[in-house]
Structure formats: structure tokens, C-alpha cells
């Protein structure tokens, strides 16, 4: 990610003066801080106005706003001549005042360089954020975990991921503000949008979806813990350790309300029913609500990333264009609520969202190998978990399952726990060296067995430890139940086993208002009328005797056995 800034400026964003000599500017600035004022100018009062020009190294002239007694209000309206009539007779000051009051209204954005949206423009505030311990942790955790062992291009990270999110999340605000002035869709929705979408992933553990649906279910049982509400919870922490709340402040925010709104947007427990369960924003502005993280049908932008991002680094086709459902994109209002609603044309193009989804779940995320692979790092997570401390909040130590109530701690938490264990002392206790051999099987490519994998259609929870003790006694060889490890792999639309498509509401070019449900009859006879599979893998973590496997899957007369040569 490289900043882009303006040719005008110094290093540190100080506009050079004309009194600036050789040596002077060869010097090291000094920081200055900037002083607190609300970025709504024409609310400011001269005295405001006297505090910016100081500011900007202009305060020579501060008696001059003084005398005339200009307000914010009068400052767009300002001209040279204005000035000339104020007592500043120079040019090249006059042309510097208006250049330094000009600023006031064209925010200073930053420029991401990214392979997927190339050129992305950030709201000064997103960058405050990402310019944050709590923020930068993402750099150092894997977008798609384990799956960097099977796809060597699928090196990205968190980080440019929600970047990503923010941007999009910015994009599909505008194009609503702009298409429908009469949402009063405002600067300030936008920004809170933008933020949600930049941090709805700070809660992510090492190898994301890994820590939270695989280790933490072993390590703590019964523990009600997920990354969206640590996401929350490192979003307050950023907030606060950063004191971000005057700064937000100073970017129009109105707190609490709006940090109320962005936390919404990222995670709610809220059953989106008929009584508004928000507090952020008023019903009237229901739609902003699906814009990062979609309850309602799964649209959002939070995917239109991931699965560009993931497609362009796994070497996947992607065939849905996000650029279309930003572009039809409308609101319409269904039974007293407002909806984000497509064109009705763009049936196919939302088809192909959620069958992409499905693809990258079949040949990424829930491959085979991928899951092998973090089954085992989730195996030498466990045994190292008592002996790697992390220091917290007031000195407080804290292990890999016990850090996540700690954000200070959590902060510390990512993928380099990976080399920690992989690099540990040969005199560590027996558990840590356990681990670490787990470790060096993964990078010398010495991977659990896959015995096979079959469709079933509900294999309960209670079944599966009867299986492994079955197969132990059918396999022999000296093993027991715990060297095998039964997967349960569900795979569907993003709904279960509904179709998502009867979830989106569209509307048609001759009634750009009036929203609809896709009808029965006008669903094609090619589309697929099941929508969710699960899927049963068996991995054993010693070696295994396949015809003995074959034999009792046979006896148990498991459908459609595949083994590792099919």
C-alpha cells in the first residue's frame, strides 16, 4: 500500500513558505500537532478562524478576520478582491490565505495503490485508523488460513481486505446518495459506513476463520465467543487506547451515536423483525444497514471483496461482476422498510455471486488439504496452549484460548504464533515440543492421512465418536479413537439450504419504486433446485490401513465413497 501525497507539500504535510531558506528546509520539521477544531467550518466563529490561521502559520493576518469579524459562514464566499479590501495588499499572501481556506472544504484524501480496485481514495479519518497497532495487527494474518500451504499465491491478509471492504462500502453509498437525493443519505452515513467496513474484521484470531471455528470451540468448550463480537470489542479498544474520539469528532462524528451505528453495522445480536431493533439510525435508513454485513439475503460488500480478492490471488475465476450491482443498484421501499434492491436483468449476475461462492468453498476454502493443514495447526495450538504468555492489560498474562478477553493482549495475537512454536527451544516442556513437531510435519509436507470422504444427510454429533471408535477396532495397527479426525463440511448457497436468489428484491426499469420477488414461473428449469450438500471426510493422523478403511465404509454403506486416488 503506498501513500500518495499532494506535490505541494513538504514530507510531514507542511505547506512550504516563501521565508523558508536552503538550510532551513533541508532541516528535519518539527511535528506540530494539530489543533482540535470541528471540521463543519461555517460554524466556526472568528475566534475559530483566528485559532485555523495560527494553525497554517497565517496568524500575521489574524487581526485583519478580526476587524472585519468573518465568520465560517463568509469563508467560501471570500475572494482576493475581499481581501484587498480587508488591508493585505501582497498577491502572492492573499493567494496563500484563500489557498489554506480552501482546504476547509476538499478533504484530504489518501491514495491506496491496490491490485484489485487500483487506485482507492480514504477519508483521512479511515487512515487515523488504519494508523493504529489495533488496525496494523491485520497485516500479520491470513485472509484464507491454511489455505496459503495449498495455494502459494494466496498470501494476502486482513489488512488489504478491509481496506478494500471500506472502499467498496464508500462506493455503493455514493452511487445511492447520488442516484436517490431523497434517501438524505448525508457525509456522515457514508464515513460511518466506510469505518464499519474497515474494521468489521479487527477480531479475526491467527488464521482467521481457524482460531474461531476450530480452535477456540477445543480449547474453551461451551465458550460463546465469535470474531464478530471481538471485532466489537478491538473497534472500543481502538477507539479508546488511540483517544480517536476527539478526532472523530472532528470529522463531523456525532458520539455516541454514530460509533453506536458503525458498531451495528459490523456485528449486531438484533433479529431484524417488524420493531426496529437499531439505535444507530432510524428506520428510514434501514438500508445503510446491509450495505457491510447483508442479514437479509448475504448481499454486501464485505464479499464483493473477498471474492475478487480471493479469485485474483488462488488463480480462480471470479464471474461476478460487483461493479454491475453497484452500478443498478437502487432503494425501494417494501411494507413500510427500505431495501436495498438490483434490476431485475441482474438475476444471473447474482446467481453467479453465490455460485462463486460455493466454488471457492469447494476448491479453497474447504479443500481437502486446506483442512488437513489446520486441523493440524489446530492440533499444535491446543498443546501449546498453556506455555505461550502474552502480556495484557495491566501486566496480566494471558495463553493463545484466554488472550481474547483481553484486547490488549489480542492485539499481540497473530500468525507469528506459527513460528513461535515452530522455533522453540529443544529444552521446552513437553507439550510445546509436541506442538512444534506437529509444526514441522506441515512444512516438511508429512500431512495427516485422507482416508476418504462421502455424502451424508445428517450425521449428528453423537454418531461421530462411535465411528471413531469403530474404526480404530477395524483399522487396527495399534490405533484409538483420537488418531482419527471426522469432518463434517457443509456446503450451500450462504443460506443453508434455501435459495438466496427468493431473498433479493428486485425492481424493473418502467418502475424504478415498485420492488418484487422473483416470480415462480420466471425461474429457469436449468437452475439448480438444491442448494446445500454435507460432505464427511475421515483423516487419521498416524498411518492407516485403506483396505481396512474400504471394508468398513462398505459394511456401513457409506454413498459415494471417494478415497484420496478418486
Given at each position: 500500500?503506498v501513500?500518495?501525497?499532494d506535490?505541494?507539500?513538504?514530507?510531514?504535510?507542511r505547506?512550504?513558505?516563501?521565508?523558508d531558506?536552503?538550510?532551513?528546509?533541508l532541516k528535519?520539521?518539527?511535528?506540530?500537532?494539530?489543533?482540535?477544531?470541528?471540521?463543519?467550518?461555517?460554524k466556526?466563529?472568528?475566534?475559530?478562524?483566528?485559532?485555523?490561521?495560527?494553525?497554517?502559520?497565517?496568524?500575521?493576518?489574524?487581526?485583519?478576520f478580526?476587524?472585519?469579524?468573518?465568520?465560517?459562514?463568509?469563508?467560501?464566499?471570500l475572494t482576493?478582491?475581499?481581501?484587498e479590501?480587508?488591508?493585505?495588499?501582497?498577491?502572492?499572501?492573499?493567494?496563500?490565505?484563500?489557498l489554506c481556506?480552501?482546504?476547509?472544504w476538499?478533504?484530504?484524501?489518501k491514495?491506496?495503490n491496490?491490485?484489485?480496485?487500483?487506485?482507492?481514495?480514504?477519508?483521512?479519518?479511515?487512515v487515523?485508523?488504519?494508523?493504529?497497532?489495533q488496525?496494523?495487527r491485520?497485516?500479520?494474518i491470513?485472509?484464507?488460513?491454511?489455505?496459503?500451504?495449498?495455494?502459494p499465491?494466496?498470501s494476502?491478509?486482513r489488512f488489504?481486505h478491509?481496506i478494500?471492504v471500506?472502499?467498496?462500502?464508500?462506493q455503493?453509498?455514493?452511487a445511492?446518495k447520488?442516484?436517490?437525493?431523497g434517501?438524505?443519505?448525508?457525509?456522515?452515513?457514508?464515513?460511518?459506513?466506510?469505518?464499519?467496513?474497515l474494521?468489521?474484521d479487527l477480531?479475526?484470531?491467527?488464521?482467521?476463520?481457524?482460531f474461531?471455528a476450530?480452535?477456540?470451540?477445543?480449547?474453551?468448550?461451551?465458550?460463546?465467543?465469535?470474531?464478530?463480537t471481538?471485532?466489537?470489542?478491538?473497534f472500543?479498544h481502538?477507539?479508546?487506547?488511540?483517544g480517536?474520539?476527539?478526532?472523530?469528532?472532528?470529522?463531523?462524528?456525532?458520539?455516541?451515536?454514530?460509533?453506536t451505528f458503525?458498531?451495528?453495522m459490523?456485528h449486531?445480536?438484533?433479529?431484524?423483525?417488524?420493531?426496529?431493533?437499531?439505535?444507530?439510525?432510524?428506520?428510514?435508513?434501514s438500508?445503510?444497514y446491509?450495505i457491510?454485513?447483508n442479514?437479509?439475503?448475504?448481499?454486501?460488500?464485505?464479499?464483493?471483496d473477498?471474492?475478487a480478492?480471493?479469485?485474483?490471488?488462488?488463480g480462480?475465476?471470479?464471474?461476478?461482476?460487483?461493479?454491475?450491482f453497484?452500478t443498478?443498484?437502487r432503494?425501494?421501499e417494501?411494507?413500510?422498510r427500505?431495501?436495498?434492491?438490483?434490476?431485475?436483468?441482474?438475476?444471473?449476475?447474482?446467481?453467479?455471486?453465490?455460485h462463486?461462492r460455493?466454488?471457492?468453498?469447494?476448491?479453497?476454502?474447504?479443500?481437502?488439504?486446506?483442512?488437513?493443514?489446520e486441523?493440524?495447526?489446530?492440533d499444535?495450538f491446543?498443546?501449546?496452549?498453556r506455555?505461550?504468555?502474552?502480556?495484557?492489560?495491566?501486566?496480566?498474562?494471558?495463553t493463545?484460548?484466554t488472550?481474547?478477553?483481553?484486547?490488549?493482549?489480542?492485539?499481540?495475537?497473530?500468525d507469528?504464533?506459527?513460528?513461535?512454536?515452530?522455533?522453540?527451544?529443544?529444552n521446552a516442556?513437553?507439550?510445546?515440543?509436541?506442538?512444534?513437531?506437529?509444526?514441522?510435519?506441515?512444512?516438511n509436507r508429512?500431512?495427516y492421512?485422507f482416508?476418504?470422504?462421502?455424502r451424508?444427510?445428517?450425521?449428528?454429533?453423537?454418531?461421530?465418536?462411535a465411528?471413531?471408535g469403530?474404526?480404530?477396532e477395524?483399522?487396527?495397527?495399534?490405533?484409538?479413537?483420537?488418531?482419527?479426525?471426522?469432518?463434517t463440511?457443509?456446503?450451500?448457497?450462504?443460506?443453508?439450504?434455501?435459495?438466496p436468489?427468493?431473498?433479493?428484491?428486485?425492481?424493473?426499469?418502467?418502475?424504478?419504486t415498485h420492488?418484487?420477488?422473483?416470480?415462480?414461473?420466471q425461474v429457469s428449469?436449468i437452475?439448480?433446485?438444491?442448494f446445500s450438500?454435507?460432505?464427511?471426510r475421515?483423516?487419521c493422523r498416524?498411518?492407516a490401513?485403506?483396505?481396512?478403511?474400504?471394508?468398513?465404509?462398505?459394511a456401513?454403506?457409506?454413498?459415494?465413497?471417494?478415497?484420496?486416488?478418486n
Amino acid at each position: 500500500m503506498v501513500y500518495v501525497t499532494d506535490d505541494n507539500l513538504d514530507q510531514t504535510g507542511r505547506a512550504l513558505l516563501d521565508t523558508d531558506t536552503t538550510s532551513d528546509r533541508l532541516k528535519t520539521p518539527k511535528k506540530r500537532m494539530p489543533a482540535k477544531l470541528p471540521l463543519d467550518f461555517k460554524k466556526w466563529t472568528v475566534n475559530k478562524i483566528v485559532q485555523y490561521l495560527e494553525q497554517e502559520e497565517l496568524g500575521r493576518w489574524a487581526d485583519k478576520f478580526k476587524e472585519k469579524h468573518i465568520t465560517g459562514d463568509q469563508l467560501q464566499t471570500l475572494t482576493a478582491a475581499n481581501l484587498e479590501d480587508m488591508g493585505i495588499k501582497k498577491p502572492n499572501d492573499r493567494e496563500r490565505i484563500l489557498l489554506c481556506i480552501r482546504k476547509l472544504w476538499k478533504v484530504q484524501v489518501k491514495v491506496f495503490n491496490d491490485p484489485i480496485h487500483g487506485h482507492i481514495e480514504l477519508h483521512p479519518l479511515l487512515v487515523k485508523i488504519i494508523d493504529t497497532p489495533q488496525f496494523q495487527r491485520l497485516r500479520s494474518i491470513k485472509q484464507l488460513g491454511g489455505a496459503y500451504f495449498v495455494y502459494p499465491g494466496a498470501s494476502h491478509n486482513r489488512f488489504e481486505h478491509s481496506i478494500g471492504v471500506a472502499h467498496l462500502a464508500g462506493q455503493l453509498g455514493q452511487a445511492l446518495k447520488t442516484k436517490q437525493p431523497g434517501l438524505n443519505i448525508t457525509d456522515r452515513d457514508i464515513l460511518c459506513v466506510q469505518i464499519a467496513g474497515l474494521c468489521h474484521d479487527l477480531g479475526h484470531g491467527p488464521f482467521s476463520h481457524l482460531f474461531d471455528a476450530m480452535f477456540i470451540p477445543r480449547a474453551r468448550p461451551g465458550t460463546e465467543w465469535r470474531h464478530e463480537t471481538a471485532s466489537l470489542d478491538m473497534f472500543d479498544h481502538l477507539v479508546e487506547s488511540n483517544g480517536l474520539q476527539d478526532v472523530m469528532e472532528q470529522y463531523g462524528l456525532i458520539l455516541p451515536e454514530d460509533r453506536t451505528f458503525i458498531k451495528e453495522m459490523i456485528h449486531t445480536d438484533n433479529n431484524n423483525d417488524q420493531e426496529w431493533p437499531y439505535e444507530g439510525r432510524t428506520e428510514d435508513k434501514s438500508f445503510l444497514y446491509e450495505i457491510v454485513s447483508n442479514k437479509e439475503n448475504g448481499i454486501d460488500v464485505d464479499k464483493f471483496d473477498y471474492f475478487a480478492r480471493d479469485c485474483y490471488h488462488l488463480g480462480l475465476p471470479n464471474n461476478f461482476d460487483h461493479c454491475r450491482f453497484l452500478t443498478f443498484a437502487r432503494v425501494c421501499e417494501v411494507n413500510g422498510r427500505r431495501y436495498i434492491c438490483v434490476r431485475d436483468k441482474e438475476e444471473d449476475n447474482m446467481t453467479e455471486m453465490f455460485h462463486t461462492r460455493l466454488c471457492l468453498h469447494r476448491r479453497a476454502y474447504q479443500h481437502k488439504v486446506t483442512k488437513i493443514i489446520e486441523t493440524m495447526i489446530t492440533d499444535a495450538f491446543l498443546k501449546a496452549d498453556r506455555h505461550i504468555w502474552i502480556e495484557g492489560s495491566g501486566g496480566n498474562m494471558f495463553t493463545l484460548s484466554t488472550a481474547i478477553g483481553d484486547m490488549e493482549a489480542y492485539t499481540k495475537l497473530t500468525d507469528a504464533v506459527f513460528e513461535q512454536i515452530l522455533n522453540c527451544a529443544f529444552n521446552a516442556p513437553q507439550e510445546l515440543r509436541d506442538a512444534r513437531n506437529i509444526l514441522r510435519r506441515i512444512i516438511n509436507r508429512d500431512l495427516y492421512r485422507f482416508l476418504g470422504e462421502t455424502r451424508f444427510e445428517d450425521p449428528t454429533e453423537n454418531i461421530i465418536p462411535a465411528w471413531k471408535g469403530q474404526l480404530a477396532e477395524a483399522l487396527g495397527g495399534g490405533l484409538t479413537e483420537d488418531d482419527f479426525e471426522i469432518m463434517t463440511i457443509n456446503m450451500d448457497y450462504g443460506m443453508n439450504d434455501e435459495d438466496p436468489i427468493n431473498h433479493l428484491y428486485f425492481y424493473s426499469e418502467h418502475d424504478t419504486t415498485h420492488a418484487f420477488r422473483r416470480r415462480p414461473w420466471q425461474v429457469s428449469r436449468i437452475r439448480p433446485t438444491h442448494f446445500s450438500e454435507q460432505l464427511v471426510r475421515f483423516v487419521c493422523r498416524r498411518y492407516a490401513d485403506m483396505d481396512n478403511f474400504k471394508q468398513w465404509c462398505r459394511a456401513n454403506g457409506f454413498p459415494e465413497y471417494q478415497d484420496d486416488n478418486n
